[in-house]
């Protein structure tokens, strides 16, 4: 199936760069791999059930999201178990360890990327009853 993307310069050259380096033959199967493993990173915490232990891990413009993160952070308090914050600039990055049933940790994931400030979530999960 083809496709068509909007990806700005800077990125795409990181992009080719990287694939290249890594010694893939072509930009498709790139992409292919890249979009695997973004569904394969997910998939772990989608099929989680029960209670899970997690890692999350955010970068986000300070300024233009700060107030509206507080307020996301105290409405899940009762899954985040602690918090570690670093400033880079008008960026940072932040980590939330996280305890607690799925379908919460699942919901603060997608509420943290909702913010168009925050350029990426990382979720890394640590113990799951299945």
């Known amino acids: 199936m083809r496709t068509s993307l909007n990806v700005p310069d800077d990125v795409l050259a990181a ?5 290249q380096a890594e010694g893939i033959d072509s930009r498709s199967r790139a992409v292919r791999e890249a979009m695997r ?8 915490l989608e099929s989680a ?21 507080h ?8 899954v985040i178990t602690a918090t570690n914050h670093v400033h880079r600039g008008d960026w940072c990055m932040e980590t939330a360890f996280c305890e607690g049933p ?15 400030a925050v350029a990426r979530v ?9």
Request: proline share 0%; net charge negative; hydrophobic share 40%.
């Open 15 to 19: 992009f080719d760069e990287t694939w």
């Open 37 to 44: 493993e973004y569904v394969e990173s997910h998939a772990e």
């Open 49 to 69: 059930e029960g209670d899970v232990m997690a890692v999350l891990a955010y970068d986000y413009e300070h300024d233009a999201v700060i107030h509206d993160l």
């Open 71 to 78: 307020g996301v952070q105290h409405e899940f308090g009762e």
């Open 102 to 116: 799925a379908s919460e940790v699942r919901e603060l994931v997608y509420r943290l990327r909702d913010f168009d």
């Open 122 to 130: 990382t979720v890394m999960v640590l113990q799951a009853d299945r």
